[in-house]
């Protein structure tokens, strides 16, 4: 887990304001969301709070989790309390797809994604007409062009965690 503390010094100032969202930037980049926020500081309830109740609400997967945040966002709403630390927890992948030697095929908006293709994305042929990778354009991907999965043996970023840094599966 990793923790973020505005100090006194810094606090109602644009460093502090900075370190917050440069930090919650940060940590979504590498698979970490906001799961805990404690109350004392005005500050940081005063830039984040309506964000940080979301982005909490938002990443909740179990039933057990939200009970133990309810109390803490309810908290949040009130004159006396303040956050002041953000608690981001690393994501666990869940298995999203199958994985063989020859093929590799995962579904991401109508869009499939084929290991014998070597790392091109091929448009479904159920959705629309034109199929192969040369009749898609880059708008049409469902992730960035730049973030393109590729399935080297030796890549160190594997498919749920590409999809994860990708802006448009957050």
């Not at 303040?82 to 999203?96: A, D, P, T």
């Not at 448009?123 to 999965?149: C, N, V, W």
């Not at 970023?157 to 599966?169: I, Q």
Request: proline share 3%; glycine share 4%.
């Amino acid at each position: 887990m990793s923790y973020l503390f505005v100090k006194k010094n810094h606090r109602r100032r644009g460093i502090g304001q900075r370190l917050l969202q440069d930090s919650k930037s940060l940590a979504a980049d590498c698979g970490y969301k906001v799961v805990r926020c404690d109350a004392t500081s005005e500050f940081t309830s005063e830039s984040l709070q309506e964000e940080l109740e979301r982005l909490i609400w938002h990443t909740l997967s179990t039933q057990e989790l939200k009970c133990r945040l309810s109390r803490a966002i309810k908290l949040l709403k009130t004159n006396d309390l303040y956050l002041s630390s953000l608690e981001f927890k690393r994501i666990k992948l869940k298995k999203v797809l199958n994985i063989s030697e020859k093929n590799l095929t995962t579904r991401a908006g109508g869009k499939s994604f084929n290991r014998e293709t070597t790392g091109q994305v091929v448009q479904d042929p159920r959705r629309t007409k034109k199929r192969g990778p040369d009749s898609m354009d880059k708008k049409s991907l469902p992730f960035p062009s730049e973030t393109l999965i590729t399935t080297r043996e030796n890549d160190n970023c594997d498919l749920g965690a590409r999809l994860l840094l990708s802006p448009n599966f957050r």
